[in-house]
């Protein structure tokens, strides 16, 4: 029995990371970002009542997706950050994960796996893990009936609490007063590439998650299409991480549909990488003069100046930004490290 527990545990933990390819992601460390996304969590467990502390991480990958793991771990990929047309779909899809743990549905999926009394070895386990993962429906005629039957179940059980976290995130929205039709966007922008990468409506039936239409409906249903509460400046800082990971990820697509400064700043990080200091800089230091509360601009500056070896000169920002921003480490990492320890007493 300890061994079929093992097994259990160890399917939901392969589901979990075979699906996003996470193994061949990197973990992105930004103390901006990671402050704004802390700022939208807040809101989220304000309006739901919630003490309890969320941790995340940012992580640089190729698929608009954010989840949950074992340990109610919330994962966001730099793809999604880049995908969504405003903070409100970013907050839409956190509340849908923060739900998921608000729920208890990873300890549920668990208990229902171990409840599961048909599937009783490692090779049904493993056709399993790979018709859901590959959403290849034909793998499972080669389970036993029962075993089939037990998978079938499981991802009708996954299907439920994927709607109840749908729900969640929207009754989020509501409380908030905030709707935008950048999350129907958003969907059918997942949705175009899931079809580009043949998951069907037939072979969506070994996903996890409901299909998009369902999706769409339970969303245009429950709300109410309301801007009040549409927060314009934190909008605005949105679109500004935005396009920073536009241009650290060579996005040219979406850098071309970004709008004035967004656009400049994005082409601005983007021109660095290509090898044109000069210019990278001019239009840095045009953005820094009109944006003149926005000192993580600076901070953008100074990165361009460390990659091009003005090691002297970039330290000198950090230092201004360290003492704008006592408690970013990743600042104070780099000024350590490039230190000159002979000069200190």
Known sequence: MVVVNKIFFFLIFILVLLKLNIGNSSQILDYETEQFIQSIIKDIKKVNNINKQFNFKII???????????????YI????????????????????????????????????????????????????????????TDLLPVLSLSA???????????KDQEREADYYSIQTLKKLELYSDSIIELLKLIEKKSIEKGLTREKNKVNSHPYFDERI???????????????????TKFKFIQSKFIGYNSNNKRLNELDNDYKKYASAILTAKNGDFSQ????????????????????TKADILFSYGYIKEAIQFYKMLNNKFPNNIYIQVRIFENTNYENLT
């Open 60 to 74: 640089k990958n190729d698929s608009i997706n954010a989840f949950v793991d074992e340990n109610n771990t919330i």
């Open 77 to 136: 990929t730099s793809k999604l950050i880049e995908s969504c047309k405003d903070y409100v779909a970013l907050l839409s899809v956190l509340a849908h994960e923060i739900g998921h743990i608000d729920k208890n549905h990873i300890k549920q999926r668990k208990l229902k796996i171990k409840k599961t009394e048909n599937i009783n070895n490692l090779s049904n386990l493993s056709i399993i893990a790979s018709s859901v993962i590959s959403q290849n």
């Open 148 to 158: 089939a039957n037990s998978a079938e179940s499981f991802i009708v059980f996954s």
């Open 217 to 235: 409906e339970i969303i245009n249903y429950l709300n109410e299409k309301n801007n009040s509460s549409f927060d314009i400046n934190k909008n």
């Open 280 to 299: 990278s800089l001019k239009i840095i230091n045009e953005l820094i003069k009109k944006h003149q509360n926005n000192f993580f601009l600076l901070e």
